[in-house]
C-alpha cells in the first residue's frame, strides 16, 4: 500500500509534463518514459513497475480512464496507440503502432524506413501475458486476447482472440446470450 502511495506521488510530479494525467492514477517504479508531453493518461490508470512508454517523433499514446497495466509494458508510437477505459493489460505486453521495413538487403534494419498505423485497444479488454498487439491493430470492446498472443488486424466487439497469428475461437452471441466457439 505504502508503495502505490509512492507512485501516486511520482505520477503527480509528471502531470505537468503530460498532455493529461488523471486523477488517482500512479505509476510504478522504474519506468521509461520517452515523449512525456505526448503521453495522455485518464482517471484511475494503474500502472506497475518496469513499464517503457515511448512516444517518438510525434507519436500520441493514449490510456483512457479506469486501465490496469500489469508488470513490464512496452508500448511504442510513431502516430497514435489508444488503449481503451476500463481495459486491463497482463504483465509482459507489448503494444506498437509501427512496423520496420525490411526489404533493403544489406541495409541495417534500423536505417530502413518505419511502417506506421494507428493501434486502437477498445473499451473493456483484457489482453492476457505476453501478448503482442502489432501494429494498425483493432480490437473491438470487450475483446480478450489470450496469453503469448500475437495479434494483427481489425477484430469485431465481444470476441476471444488467440495464438500465433492470433484469430477469433469465440465470440459472443447476443441472441442465447452465450459465448460460442468460431
Known amino acids: ?16 509534463f503530460t498532455k493529461k494525467l488523471g486523477l488517482l492514477s ?3 517504479k522504474p519506468i521509461y518514459i520517452n515523449g ?17 512508454i515511448e512516444a517518438m517523433k510525434s507519436g500520441r499514446i493514449i490510456i483512457e480512464n479506469d486501465v490496469s497495466i500489469g508488470q513490464c509494458l512496452h508500448v511504442i ?13 497482463s504483465a509482459n505486453v507489448f503494444i506498437s ?18 511502417i506506421v498505423n494507428t493501434t486502437v485497444i477498445g473499451s473493456n479488454c483484457f489482453i492476457g501475458y505476453g501478448a503482442v498487439i502489432r501494429a494498425g491493430t483493432r480490437l473491438g470492446k470487450q ?5 503469448n498472443s500475437v495479434v494483427k488486424g481489425e477484430f469485431p ?17 447476443k441472441t442465447s446470450q452465450t459465448w460460442e466457439r468460431v
Open 1 to 16: 500500500m505504502f508503495a502505490k502511495i509512492l507512485w501516486m506521488v511520482r505520477a503527480i510530479f509528471y502531470k505537468p
Open 26 to 28: 500512479y505509476i510504478g
Open 36 to 52: 512525456l508531453t505526448r503521453l495522455h493518461i485518464g482517471h484511475k490508470v494503474r500502472i506497475y513497475p518496469s513499464a517503457r
Open 77 to 89: 508510437s510513431a502516430e497514435k496507440v489508444v488503449i481503451g477505459e476500463r481495459s486491463t493489460l
Open 97 to 114: 503502432d509501427v512496423d520496420h521495413k525490411y526489404e533493403a538487403i544489406g541495409e541495417h534494419i534500423m536505417a530502413q524506413p518505419l
Open 143 to 147: 475483446c480478450i486476447v489470450g496469453a
Open 157 to 173: 466487439d465481444y470476441c476471444v482472440i488467440a495464438g500465433n497469428p492470433a484469430k477469433i475461437i469465440k465470440q459472443y452471441n
